[in-house]
T-cell receptor
């Protein structure tokens, strides 16, 4: 399985500020994904982080609010910009295996609370 | 948006009993994956079943898939208190690794 780490594991932020979440995969993977899990809810895909090109965002998510970087094949960041209490969620990144395959592996998540 | 629904939303059983969770989805899929999440932590991958498969086993887990009904079930046999968690199904329409998750089932196994 892929080993995925995220930083920070949790944070408490003030409204109006921004937080950048880092995701590191232990091997080179083609695609990485960012998900949001609102309190008591399931996961919703925010965007696909593509190496060498702009991220692809799902309906309801925009680049200005959730800018994503993918500087290489093992790393990605998600920024939650101009935060409001509604952004309080767990943010998770995922990827497949370096060799391909359908199974998706997830990082431990970043628990964000916006006051 | 969520692909479908899981039921029940919550399930409470005694240790040693079997737990069955169901997942329904709306569009055609390449594969369906089941995950476990403990207390809002990261997701642990349990099992993947492809659209041309009907049943898979992994230890105490048994997954079935009925593509004609667009549904899947996860059976945990001889449950343990450590199985207490939320369980999610997720569908992948074209093996492109972009998953759409169901609503999840919160399982509590009482010792």
């Amino acid at each position: 399985s892929a080993v995925i780490s995220q930083k920070p594991s949790r944070d408490i932020c003030q409204r109006g500020t921004s937080l950048t979440i880092q995701c590191q995969v232990d091997s080179q993977v083609t695609m990485m994904f960012w998900y949001r899990q609102q309190p008591g809810q399931s996961l919703t895909l925010i965007a696909t982080a593509n190496q060498g090109s702009e991220a692809t965002y799902e309906s309801g998510f925009v680049i200005d609010k959730f800018p994503i970087s993918r500087p290489n094949l093992t790393f990605s960041t998600l920024t939650v910009s101009n935060m409001s209490p509604e952004d309080s969620s767990i943010y998770l990144c995922s990827s497949g295996l370096a060799g391909g395959g359908e199974t998706q592996y997830f990082g431990p998540g970043t628990r964000l609370l916006v006051l | 948006s969520q692909q479908g629904e899981e039921d029940p939303q919550a399930l409470s059983i005694q240790e040693g009993e079997n737990a069955t969770m169901n997942c329904s989805y709306k569009t055609s899929i390449n594969n369906l994956q089941w995950y476990r999440q403990n207390s809002g932590r990261g997701l642990v991958h349990l099992i993947l079943i492809r659209s041309n498969e009907r049943e898979k086993h992994s230890g105490r887990l048994r997954v079935t898939l009925d593509t004609s009904k667009k549904s899947s079930s996860l059976l945990i046999t001889a449950s343990r208190a450590a199985d207490t968690a939320s369980y999610f199904c997720a569908t992948d329409p074209n093996a492109g690794n972009m998953l759409t998750f169901g609503g999840g089932t919160r399982l509590m196994v009482k010792p």
